[in-house]
């Protein structure tokens, strides 16, 4: 008998680990990841026809392969608020604290406060996530020099100041020009109107134009407040959904964040458009916004990522955590411990939202010809333990801290818990100085 | 002028870190621990008139010290469950998978799932637990193995079969016999008669009186879920809390775990008999068992812990997880931030679990001749920086990861994340044998 063998040559070799490739429903066992270019160049189960030549090698005995999450909602810089003004009514919290906080903002803070963020995403296994503040030329930089994945839309609010509206539009358009699939493509640019109630619908059409025009994406909060519903519902006879499809905004292309307060008719309206959901358990639990109906959403066909919100009202860009809130609210919410499965949860955090961020065709899910966003997790650890389910114990047990390699476009961001893009003593330093800065002044 | 200067002997001295003692209000920055004989002996700020000399000395830079955390309900040995029949029906869980796999349970994979579970529990800053299953005395071992502190209840039930009820209350009163106290005084032994649907009126009574006799207290199961409620209705034309009333069964040294279905009644009814709470907010979600109302429960005065239950319905120990599941469910079913603030969450887990479990003279939270029973977590974390507020860092973006430093009894079970207690590999391979075993019998 002839025996073939084949040889491959790499750049990085991950073997020897359990791989969740979140494409279809296969766990592959002692198997093997070769990373070329910054992509997979292949995926599979060690055989002993196969040998690989690799520069750099990663024994992932004991430990999980998976993507890097993907955190589809924050406001990354608000790590500079991570635990101001806690346990407050929420108009206290955002119109006494956090809004009078927000205008002393310098561009250098929102700078620090966001590297602080990617050192916290980093260090809990996200590779990629969906920003909207002011800015975001300044995140880009930390998202550049961090080597994470991001896509970034500058906040727009008008506020009844039209101008104000109509310059941070500027603004938005001329970061995108400069940014859009920057840093080898790592960089996606969207715009980022604030809401229905703090834009006007004339702001609104020219926004949607503008993305249009630039062929980038839409992000926007969406029913996340009751009283935001009741004025818009009083100012226009809409609710923010039909208002929102009534001036030809929502599309494929639009991110909507929370859904709380949504209608039957709400959420058929979205599934029409095929309109991208953030669902962000923590923050609305923290915030005591009610509860949105994901699971009807994502039975109809919507597809639904996970975020963690901005850490002034989470307190943490931990999305292990998110995955267990984002199950066990909806588990909570139709009385049913069979809603919201594990694995759903995962996928949700992973390739789902990668597409509800218009990226899927490059990351979310392990695949040859797809960048390589990857995580390693430890699975040696007591609470891991026993593993009767792979994805149960990632989704119900694990943590951010069990992640132990991060893979971002064929660079190793993180080995063994040692973040190699960021300089962690100095980044945290300079965030925690720029933070009670703001609040001394 | 005189300089007077104190020499303190100890054991052990924690130095440099701010404590939060759990007494009252007080933050103490740069703040010293001494420990004598397993206590408490000096604590306070640090002071150029004062030197300690001690036999080990902690550095605790950058850490934050505090009680140990207290676990009010598990049922510990269900670790070799964790992962086991996911997001299923409540009744296809229990009785399909759970229930039937219990049958099968030796005395020796109780005590592998127990010592998994303890480690686990060291891991995460947990020093004492609150646990109730079969063969407690296999679970004491373990206890007692680990140098953790655990008051645990031999459950009792009846199930329609009076003989097995008689019989397992007997071998709960041996058990209390030989164990009661044990450990240096780290085990303290309940009854814990399961729930009033699965032990008849007569029983209660007699575990009642036993409990009394022996001066030990009781730790049942109370209004989990809304069938069992119907059920007893039905039977008795009462409430659960309305029948353990009427056979006066509730007393101070009666721990009650769930209490989501609950009459405005039967929370009065608790109150008047300082019955203590055991509140386990993430099992309630993950079964979608109901929101219990804490909150109420605790602006009556009822004394109320945080528990994790098993690991088979959470499926963590991490009672920081725990911890931040219990403000936002309660902020989430009120509808309103402000409340169960973290300062109050963090009191749940500390001092007000101690009281619980009726050992507040003892433990719960760092004052003079107090047993040694403290944590130190690592704040010079990413996700713990800035740190504007101790409180809401702890419990809303610490994890068990953090903690660095496990004291109980003034031995030290962890330091550095390593458990000089156990042989962590080995605890979790047997368990892992163990489990897998039981599945494939």
């Not at 791989?19 to 060690?46: C, N, R, V, Y």
């Not at 923010?240 to 494929?252: A, K, Q, V, Y």
């Not at 005591?288 to 109809?300: E, F, M, N, R, Y």
């Not at 960021?422 to 703001?438: H, S, T």
Request: hydrophobic letters at 40%; proline letters at 3%.
């Amino acid at each position: 008998m002839l025996q073939v063998s084949l040889l491959i040559k790499a750049d990085i070799l991950v073997h020897n680990c359990t791989i969740l490739p979140m494409k279809g429903e296969e766990i592959i066992q002692k198997g093997f990841i070769a990373i070329t270019d910054g992509k997979i160049s292949h995926i599979g189960k060690a055989t002993k026809a196969l040998s690989v030549q690799a520069k750099r090698t990663l024994n992932g005995q004991g430990k999980v392969a998976l993507p890097g999450l993907v955190n589809c909602h924050t406001h990354v810089a608000m790590t500079l608020f991570r635990g101001i003004a806690e346990d407050r009514p929420f108009d206290e919290w955002w119109e006494k604290t956090i809004w009078p906080l927000e205008q002393k903002l310098e561009r250098s803070h929102i700078y620090n406060g966001a590297l602080l963020g990617c050192l916290e995403m980093i260090k809990s296994g996200t590779t990629c996530f969906s920003d909207m503040y002011f800015h975001e030329d300044a995140i880009a930089e930390a998202v550049q020099k961090s080597g994470l994945r991001a896509v970034l839309a500058s906040g727009i609010i008008e506020a009844g100041n039209r101008d104000q509206g109509r310059r941070m539009l500027d603004e938005a358009v001329t970061i995108a020009q400069r940014f859009q699939g920057s840093a080898n493509g790592r960089i996606n640019i969207r715009l980022g109107p604030h809401t229905v109630y703090t834009c006007s619908p004339e702001l609104l059409k020219e926004v949607r134009k503008a993305a249009s025009k630039l062929k980038i994406g839409l992000h926007i909060h969406l029913a996340e407040s009751m009283s935001m519903k009741e004025a818009v519902k009083a100012n226009f006879g809409l609710t923010e959904t039909e208002l929102l499809e009534e001036i030809d905004f929502l599309d494929s292309d639009v991110l909507v964040a929370h859904c709380i307060h949504l209608s039957k008719e709400d959420r058929q309206t979205l599934k029409k458009h095929d309109v991208k959901v953030a669902y962000n358990p923590v923050a609305n639990m923290k915030l005591a916004s009610g509860v949105p109906k994901i699971w009807d959403l994502s039975k109809q066909g919507v597809t639904v990522g996970i975020g963690t919100d901005g850490a002034a009202c989470n307190n943490s860009f931990d999305m292990f955590e998110s995955m267990k809130f984002a199950a066990l609210l909806q588990k909570t919410l139709f009385r049913d411990p069979a809603v919201l499965p594990a694995e759903k949860v995962l996928r949700m955090a992973t390739i789902e939202g990668a597409k509800a961020l218009g990226i899927e065709s490059t990351v979310g899910s392990l695949e040859v010809d797809k960048k390589a966003d990857l995580i390693l997790v430890d699975f040696e650890k007591p609470h891991l333990t026993p593993t009767h389910d792979f994805y149960a114990n990632l989704v119900y047990s694990a943590h951010g801290s069990d992640v132990d390699t991060v893979i971002v476009d064929g660079e190793i961001l993180m080995e063994n818990r040692k973040v190699k893009s960021l300089d962690e003593p100095q980044v945290m330093k300079r965030a925690q100085e720029n933070a009670y800065g703001l609040i001394k002044e």
